[in-house]
C-alpha cells in the first residue's frame, strides 16, 4: 500500500520561499498523480496544485499561479511543491495526496494522503 511522507513545513516571513517534499515511504509513485492541498485554521481543505504521472501535465489553484510550481522526480519517488513569494493567506497544513489516474483538484478521488506539514507565514 502506498504511504506518503511530506516534510518541509516551517515558519516563513511573507515574501520568503519554502520547498515541500512528498516521498512514497512505500510503494512506488510512479503511476500516481499527485495533489497539493491546504486547510488553513477555519476554514475547509482546498485543492493547490496537481500534477500528472509522469510530469508532464500540472494544474494549480488561481491563488498560487505564478508563486507555486509543482514537479516530481520520479527517479527519487518525490514530488515538491516550491512555493516563492508566500503570504500570510497561504498559512495552513499541506497535505499531499495520491491517485491513480489522472490529474486533479478534487480531493474526494484521492486514495492515499500524508500526514500533511504545517507551513506559517508570519513577520
Known amino acids: 500500500q502506498l504511504q506518503l511522507v511530506e516534510s518541509g513545513g516551517g515558519l516563513v516571513q511573507p515574501g520568503g520561499s519554502l520547498r515541500l517534499s512528498c516521498a512514497a515511504s512505500a510503494g512506488t509513485l510512479d503511476y500516481y498523480a499527485i495533489g497539493w492541498f491546504r486547510q488553513a485554521p477555519g476554514k475547509e481543505r482546498e485543492g493547490v496544485s496537481c500534477?500528472?504521472?509522469?510530469?508532464?501535465?500540472?494544474d494549480y489553484a488561481d491563488s498560487v499561479k505564478d508563486r507555486f510550481t509543482i514537479s516530481r522526480d520520479n527517479a527519487k519517488n518525490t514530488v515538491y511543491l516550491q512555493m516563492n513569494n508566500l503570504r500570510p493567506e497561504d498559512t495552513g497544513v499541506y497535505y499531499c495526496a495520491a491517485v491513480w489516474g489522472m490529474a486533479t483538484m478534487k480531493e474526494s478521488v484521492y486514495a492515499y494522503w500524508g500526514q500533511g506539514p504545517q507551513v506559517t507565514v508570519s513577520s
Open positions: 500534477i500528472s504521472h509522469s510530469g508532464g501535465k500540472a
